[in-house]
DNA sequence: GCTGGTATTGACCGAATGGTCGGGCGCGCG
DNA sequence: CGCGCGCCCGACCATTCGGTCAATACCAGC
C-alpha cells in the first residue's frame, strides 16, 4: 500500500536513501561499499547509480537528508514558555531528548564535524548548530535584560556550555555509564535537571566567591 | 644526529608509527591506505608488514601510543595547589591547553570513542577518560568536604560538565568560529575561565534561585 | 672471506572496490 | 498491438586494496 500522499520522490530512491543513512551512521564513508549499501536496501548496486551519479552524490544526499531532519527536530525544543528559567530548563531537557531519539542522525552529522580531511557538507552540519545557538543566545538576553538572570555573563558562553554539555552526555553516555560514581548515564532528563541547577546556582555556597585572582 | 638515550625501537619502526599517527588522525581507518602510509613514512609498503604482522595491529599501535601520550599529557593538568577554586580554575585552563596543543592526538582517540561499528580500542581510549574523572571528583568531593563548595550537588555530574565544556570547545572551535556573538574561540583560556566563573557563581543573580518546579 | 640475522625492497596475488554497459522487464499511451 | 521509457539487473572493467614472498643490501662476529 503506497502512502495517500502523491509522493514525490520514486520509493527505490528512497530506499537506497535510508540504507545509506543506516550504514553511514555506523561505519566512516570509506568503510561502507556500494554493495553494502545495495545489499541492505535489497537492489542491485548498478540501481544507485541510476539515481546517484556516484558514492559522493548518495552520502551528500543522505548528510543533507539528515541535516535537515535533524534541523527540525532540534526546531521544536527551542519553543516554550514561561519563566526564563523555565525556558532554561525545558530547552535542555528536549534538545538532549532529541540527540538521544535520532542517535543516527547525530553521529552522522557530527562525525562530519570532526572528519578534517575531507569537509565534505560542513555548511549542511553547521546549519543546526546555528540554529541552537542563536536560539538559546535570544533567550538568555532576554533572561538578562529582564534581570532574572545575571548581566555579566556571556550569553555565547553560556550557550556553549549547555549545548556542550548535552552533546558531551549524548557522545560518552556508553563510556560515563561503567564508572561507578555516574548514576545519570541512563537519566538524560536527571542529567539535565542537574546540569541547568548548577548553571543556575553555582557551586558556591555564598555568592560571595572571590573572583579578584582569576589569572 | 641521533638520541643521546639508547633507543630501544628502531627508527624505522618509529617513522611508520609517526606516519601512520599523521595519517590515522586526520582520516578514517578505511580511509587510510598502507601505501598511503609507506609514502608518508619514505619506506616501501612491504617493509612495514616487517614490523606490523597487519594494519588492525599496526592501528592499535598507533591508538596504544596516542592514548598513552595523552594520559601523560593530561595526568600534569591534575596536579595543583591552594584552595579548590583555584585547582579547579587550573584543572579546567590546563586540561583544555592540554587539548589544543595535541590536537592529532585527541582526534585520533576521540575517533575511536564515537565509532559504534568497530570498537577496535575502547579500551585505550576510555583510560584517558578514567583518568581525568576521578581526578576531578576527587577534587570536587575535597571541596564539598572543607566547606567551599557547596554540598547538594552531584560531583560526578559537575566533573562532566566541565570536562565536556572543554571536549565541546575542541571540537567545535571551527563552527564556534563563524559567529560573531562568540568572540571565545581564539581565547580558550578566556573561555575556560567564564566556564569555570559561571559554575562557580551560577546564572541568577541571587542564590535564591526556586528550585521547587524541577520537574 | 664467510656466515647469519636484520632491514628493506619490487614484484606479485586474490579479493574487493567504485563505476559502466547492454539489455531485459513492465507499464502507460498512441 | 507495439513503442518508448523509466526501472532494474547480471556481468563486466580498471583500479586499488591488504597482504605475501623471494630476493637483495647491509652489517656484526668469527
Known amino acids: 500500500m503506497a502512502d495517500l500522499l502523491p509522493v514525490i520522490e520514486c520509493e527505490g530512491r528512497q530506499r537506497i536513501l535510508a540504507a545509506a543513512e543506516d550504514l553511514f551512521s555506523d561505519k566512516a564513508f570509506d568503510a561502507v561499499s556500494m554493495n553494502a549499501i545495495a545489499l541492505q536496501a535489497g537492489i542491485s548496486k548498478a540501481n544507485i547509480y541510476h539515481y546517484f551519479p556516484n558514492k559522493d552524490a548518495l552520502y551528500l544526499a543522505v548528510l543533507r537528508d539528515a541535516s535537515q531532519n535533524l534541523r527540525a527536530l532540534l526546531h521544536d525544543a527551542v519553543h516554550a514558555h514561561g519563566t526564563i528559567v523555565d525556558v532554561l530548563r525545558h530547552?535542555?531537557?528536549?534538545?538532549?531528548?532529541?540527540?538521544?531519539?535520532?542517535?543516527?542522525?547525530?553521529?552522522?552529522?557530527?562525525?562530519?564535524?570532526?572528519?578534517?580531511g575531507a569537509p565534505r557538507a560542513q555548511e549542511f552540519a553547521e546549519q543546526g548548530f546555528a540554529d541552537m545557538f542563536t536560539a538559546l543566545v535570544a533567550v538568555l538576553?532576554?533572561?538578562?535584560?529582564?534581570?532574572?538572570?545575571?548581566?555579566?555573563?556571556?550569553?555565547a558562553l553560556v550557550a556553549t556550555l549547555l549545548l556542550g554539555a548535552n552533546v558531551f552526555f549524548f557522545q560518552s553516555r556508553d563510556i560515563l555509564r561503567h564508572y561507578p560514581p555516574i548514576t545519570f548515564a541512563d537519566d538524560p532528563a536527571g542529567y539535565d535537571a542537574g546540569v541547568v541547577e548548577i548553571l543556575l546556582r553555582g557551586l558556591v555556597p555564598e555568592s560571595s566567591v572571590d573572583t579578584s585572582h582569576i589569572r
Chains 1, 2 share one sequence.
Open 91 to 116: 530547552f535542555a531537557r528536549r534538545h538532549l531528548q532529541a540527540l538521544l531519539d535520532r542517535p543516527q542522525l547525530v553521529r552522522l552529522v557530527w562525525r562530519e564535524i570532526l572528519e578534517k
Open 141 to 155: 538576553k532576554t533572561g538578562q535584560s529582564r534581570g532574572e538572570l545575571r548581566g555579566d555573563f556571556d550569553p
